[in-house]
């Protein structure tokens, strides 16, 4: 689908103004580019596997809202006219900058694939991990080789919360582990598991595109898919998945997620696992990482293991009783 895109080319000072006054007219999606500096507060609680390179803050900032590419000329024309007008209005109390704006077109492709240039191949224990549009690196042929491409889906493999799962289901799965992946995204965690030896697994994720994005790595990975499943939806607030994770019954759960998720999962894992079954938890920020082990120890039918750190990020392990 093409769609209208608008930018307006403002003053940081005014992003705020002109984000509510972009509300109050019906625009309630919107992105904002600028080159003001993230704080240390906003790092911890990013979760994502690239962080921007920002030049000086120049104090420019441009705000972007579309509309379909069908939008009648009239209703357009009403639109930036009315956009206009506020923004002549703000200028009395407020620096607007320069207020124009520009219509340029854009597609959902244009979504999907700008962030494939940042993804370059990297190296987690003994696995290779590369997108599927780069060659093998000759250097890494002895080392164990993921594709991935994760599409929509959240989960290159590059973040560390992300790698501090990888090293733990390294050290915890065994040949024909049930696994279930919470949280699964583009199911790099599964294909690892898989690649360790594990046997039937269980994937589910709240976001539909995980659905199509596993099956396109594993393919990728041509590794087959009879004894895997991949289930939308949310376990918190699903019973029915809640039942069938129990009648189950998983050598490991694993959750990279976040610790304001982890911590009412860990309430009811415990249900889904066997005994001595190991729930592997990541996504936690140091400052989470004292709720998140609360939350273990309160379930009286889960013993914690260890945390493990890798920068600001911990994964946190305990074990059924």
């Known amino acids: 689908m093409k769609w209208n895109k608008y930018t307006i080319k403002t003053t940081t000072q005014a992003v705020d103004f002109i984000g509510g006054m972009l509300i109050e ?4 999606s919107m992105e904002v580019e ?42 357009e024309k009403q639109l930036l006219d009315k956009i206009r ?35 370059k191949s990297f190296t987690v224990g003994k696995f290779f991990i590369k997108p ?15 594709e991935i491409d994760p599409g929509t889906a959240f989960g290159t493999g590059k973040h560390e919360t992300t790698q501090l799962c990888i090293h733990q289901l390294t050290n915890y799965v065994r040949p024909k582990d049930r696994i ?18 594990a046997g039937e697994i269980v994937m589910t994720d709240i976001d539909e595109a995980a659905v199509s994005a596993v099956s396109e790595n594993f393919q990728a990975n041509h590794l087959p898919m009879d004894d895997v499943e991949v289930i939308q939806g949310n376990v ?20 990279n997620i976040l610790a304001d998720v982890i911590v ?25 990482e004292d709720e998140v082990t609360d939350a273990i120890n309160q379930n009286e039918f889960l013993e914690f293991i260890h945390v ?14």
Not at 89 to 116: C, H, P, R, Y
């Open 34 to 75: 600028d080159n003001v500096q993230i704080t240390n507060e906003e790092k911890e609680k990013l979760f994502i596997d690239y962080l921007p390179d920002l030049p000086q803050d120049d104090g420019i900032a441009y705000i972007s809202f579309y509309t379909e590419e069908s939008e009648k000329d009239a209703d």
């Open 180 to 197: 279930l992946d919470l949280g699964c995204g583009s199911g790099i965690l599964s294909i690892v598991a898989k690649k360790l030896g």
């Open 308 to 321: 493990a750190k890798q920068g600001d990020w911990r994964a946190v392990m305990a074990r059924k009783r």
């Open 236 to 255: 918190l607030e699903e019973e029915e998945m809640q039942k069938y994770f129990s009648e189950k019954q998983f050598d490991i759960v694993v959750a």
């Open 132 to 146: 599927t549009w780069e060659k093998m690196d000759a250097g890494h042929e002895e080392m164990q080789m993921i």
């Open 264 to 288: 009412p999962v860990a309430e009811i894992v415990d249900k889904f696992l066997k005994k001595d079954g190991i729930f592997i938890s990541s996504g936690i920020i140091y400052m989470k």
């Open 85 to 119: 007008e506020k923004l002549k209005e703000a200028k009395d109390f407020l620096d607007v900058g320069e207020g124009t704006i520009k219509k340029s077109m854009t597609e959902d492709i244009d979504w999907v694939n700008n962030w494939k240039k940042y993804f």
């Open 25 to 28: 007219l019906g625009i309630d």
